[in-house]
């Protein structure tokens, strides 16, 4: 049971430049959710999603988009990337439900230069 | 709005020795709260929960944690803290019910350093 995967584990890329992270679970949460860590600020929410077709910001969404066109998968993606989204983003899943645990995938380590 | 503060930015316990990480959260109506831990390198994992009901929790690892609705706190203990329970520890607050209900918020993170 692989639970979330996230994809690239580690990226550099140049001011000015667009990607994606990508993020799929196999556990067929309805709830996902993209966080940012940074060093001392614990982690702060960017965008989620409650189903499929259905996306909303978080605390942090400036600078990033998403889409939610099937239950497994929700990429986020950086366009014009700046130094300030120098991070470590972290997808997560749960349940339908707020009482639900969210379950994390391993990071995407994000470096802009 | 909601919000989680953890007050000490680091923790250092001998190994054997009962171990505290103090959370205190702010929410507008009833609150669940968890506490997750992350190692080096590593996505958080899910330690335990209070949804409702007796107040102390119980969760992974032999850790446990208080609610105090009057205090707001949600203190995370463990009786006899391991070398191995060194890493980071967040707290989170959700509220139960309407539309903050999606969103989990987080504490900025406690390091708990054990020693051995």
């Known amino acids: 049971n692989a639970g979330v995967t996230q994809t690239p584990k580690f990226r550099i890329l140049k001011i000015g430049q667009s990607m994606t992270l990508q993020c799929t679970q196999d556990?067929?949460?309805?709830?996902m959710y993209w966080y940012r860590q940074d060093p001392g600020m614990g982690l702060k929410l960017i965008y989620y999603s409650v189903g499929a077709g259905i996306t909303d910001k978080g605390e942090v969404p400036n600078g990033y988009n998403v889409s939610r066109s099937t239950t497994e998968d929700f990429p986020l993606r950086l366009e014009l990337a700046a130094p300030s989204q120098t991070s470590v983003y972290f997808c997560?899943?749960?349940?339908?439900?707020?009482?639900?645990?969210?379950?994390f995938g391993e990071g995407s380590r994000l470096t802009v230069l | 709005a909601q919000s989680v503060a953890q007050p000490e930015d680091q923790v250092n316990v001998a190994e054997g020795n009962p171990l505290t990480v103090k959370c205190t959260y702010s929410v507008s109506g009833n609150p669940y709260l968890f506490w997750y831990v992350q190692y080096p390198n590593r996505g958080l994992q899910f330690l335990l929960k209070y949804i409702t009901g007796d107040n102390l929790v119980k969760g992974s690892y032999g850790f446990e944690a208080e609610f105090n609705k009057s205090q707001t706190s949600f203190h995370l203990k463990k009786p006899s803290a391991l070398v191995s329970d060194s890493a980071l520890y967040f707290c989170?607050?959700?509220?139960?019910?309407?539309?903050?209900?999606?969103?989990?918020?987080f504490g900025k993170g406690t390091k708990l350093s054990v020693i051995p």
């Open positions: 989170a607050v959700r509220l139960s019910s309407g539309a903050g209900s999606y969103q989990l918020t």
């Open positions: 997560a899943s749960s349940p339908t439900g707020s009482a639900g645990e969210l379950f």
């Open positions: 556990m067929n949460h309805n709830y």
